[in-house]
């Protein structure tokens, strides 16, 4: 019989740094980490190949899954705030969310991760410029690690747990079972038997956490999806701004709606790729820590949040039908110019050779109007507009719109302040609990469950 005192479902953020510090902390608690994707050495797109240019719908997404979860290969923002990001302090505090992420940042640095800025937005003169034009930046410290420097912390992450965690790889949870003393963890391979059971899949998981819950009868939530369009623009337009706070949330209340719309996830000098979240592709964006390997855009996603009320439940259902229609007219991700967009035309291959932007995805020329519902594309095209007075050139005809970007919010898993479930043991966390939804936050969730258990096992 495989028994363990500590199962963890997932090695994304949180359960990465969850082994961490299980690891640190003198405990004697026997530990095993499933992961259904690769090891990190072997998180290999093959798109990054010479002879495949487009996404084939690999049966297990390497940008999405493995050894980091879904920040591995994305940017490797860490953004130590309670402003975004998620809920991590209305179950801890504000002063223990903190301190976690923090902790989260310290641990970084010492694997690696010193070089890289610890960027502010705080007292930043952007923030003034931005409320001139009802634009409102909001309040972080980013250490940007890029995904080459993020990829060698974790690889040094790794080298100092393995000896200490059992970790599976390529293999899947099928199923659970609530037992006398514990639980059955059922893959496609074996069946293993624990004492605690923490569940953090990630974003990509939402949908089978979502009907573990409902098997177990564990309260969900599930209202909310951020849909929008990944823009990419010359460097230059933005590096005013990139160059003192890196990463800016700016938030935008629409005239026309008195919708909120953001920025997110920014990457100057980057590029924009695609990834494959369920079987459907969408449109994301990263960028390096080397100098060598900068192009000439920044991109940024621009995201219209929608919330729904009864009777309707499932947001993330209502995103991918979306994503679908780009898919369908696309074949994966639609690109269009901005100045196209606003005049009721389609971008077309002859129109793009014209186009003083390069684009750094290759993805088909299209029409977005097609795709995003008119509220939603009404509401970017006024954030964009109200982004151009701060950074004159957003607006320009040569911007380019990379569609559809959607951010699945995991249904938010009734948790308590330790963020254990109401089964005694069966704890959810990370991305895959709705409770966090930021590599930060993930992150410093995983250190405080461990400790929580380390404690136990003493």
């Known amino acids: 019989m495989k028994k363990y005192d500590v199962i963890i479902v997932g090695a994304g953020a949180s359960g990465v740094f969850m082994s961490y510090?299980?690891?640190?902390?003198?405990n004697n608690a026997?530990?095993?980490?499933?992961?259904?994707?690769?090891e990190l050495t072997k998180r290999i797109c093959p798109i990054d190949g010479e002879k495949i240019k487009e996404c084939i719908s690999c049966q297990t997404c390497n940008i999405m899954n493995g050894y980091g979860g879904a920040g591995t290969l994305s940017d490797g923002k860490y953004n130590i705030t309670t402003h975004f990001g998620g809920d991590l302090h209305r179950y801890v505090g504000e002063d223990k969310a903190y301190e976690l992420m923090y902790y989260?940042?310290?641990?970084?640095?010492?694997?690696?991760?010193?070089?890289?800025?610890?960027?502010?937005?705080?007292?930043?003169g952007l923030k003034t410029a931005a409320l001139r034009h009802d634009l409102h930046l909001l309040d972080a410290k980013v250490r940007h690690l890029g995904t080459d420097r993020n990829m060698k912390i974790l690889s040094r992450i790794f080298?100092?747990?393995?000896?200490?965690?059992?970790?599976?790889f390529n293999e899947e949870v099928k199923d659970i079972q609530n037992m006398d003393?514990?639980?059955?963890?059922?893959?496609?391979?074996?069946?293993?038997?624990?004492?605690?059971?923490?569940?953090?899949?990630?974003?990509?998981?939402?949908?089978?956490i979502s009907q573990i819950c409902d098997k177990f009868e564990i309260v969900t939530e599930r209202n909310r999806v951020d849909i929008g369009v990944r823009v990419e623009l010359p460097a230059a337009i933005f590096e005013h701004i990139t160059s003192e706070v890196y990463e800016s949330k700016i938030v935008y209340k629409t005239e026309k709606y008195n919708d909120l719309v953001r920025t997110f996830c920014m990457n100057p000098y980057g590029e924009v790729v695609t990834e494959n979240t369920n079987g459907i592709i969408t449109v994301n964006g990263h960028s390096y820590s080397d100098p060598n390997l900068r192009t000439e855009n920044t991109n940024f996603?621009?995201?219209?949040?929608n919330k729904f009320t009864e009777p309707f439940k499932d947001s993330n259902e209502y995103g991918e039908s979306i994503a679908r229609l780009s898919n369908m007219l696309g074949g994966g991700v639609l690109l269009q110019r901005f100045g196209d967009l606003v005049k009721g035309r389609r971008s077309s291959e002859r129109r793009m050779e014209k186009c003083f932007t390069r684009p750094t995805l290759r993805a088909v020329p299209g029409d977005l109007s097609l795709v995003i519902p008119k509220r939603q594309l009404d509401n970017i095209i006024e954030m964009i507009y109200a982004l151009d007075k701060i950074a004159p050139g957003t607006a320009n005809e040569d911007t380019l719109l990379y569609g559809v970007e959607v951010k699945f919010y995991n249904s938010k898993v009734e948790v308590d302040d330790h963020?254990?479930?109401k089964i005694k043991g069966f704890y959810v966390l990370g991305d895959g609990s709705g409770v966090t939804h930021s590599l930060s936050q993930a992150s410093a969730s995983g250190i405080y469950v461990a400790r929580l258990l380390a404690e136990k096992y003493q």
Do not use: H, P, Q
């Open 21 to 26: 510090e299980m690891t640190k902390i003198k």
């Open 30 to 38: 026997k530990v095993l980490m499933i992961e259904k994707g690769n």
């Open 104 to 124: 989260v940042d310290e641990v970084l640095c010492n694997m690696g991760g010193s070089d890289a800025k610890l960027y502010s937005t705080m007292n930043s």
């Open 159 to 168: 080298d100092y747990i393995k000896d200490r965690i059992d970790m599976v």
């Open 181 to 208: 003393k514990g639980f059955a963890v059922i893959t496609g391979e074996d069946t293993y038997y624990c004492e605690n059971l923490v569940l953090a899949t990630g974003r990509s998981g939402s949908k089978w």
């Open 301 to 305: 996603a621009l995201l219209v949040s």
């Open 419 to 421: 963020l254990e479930t």
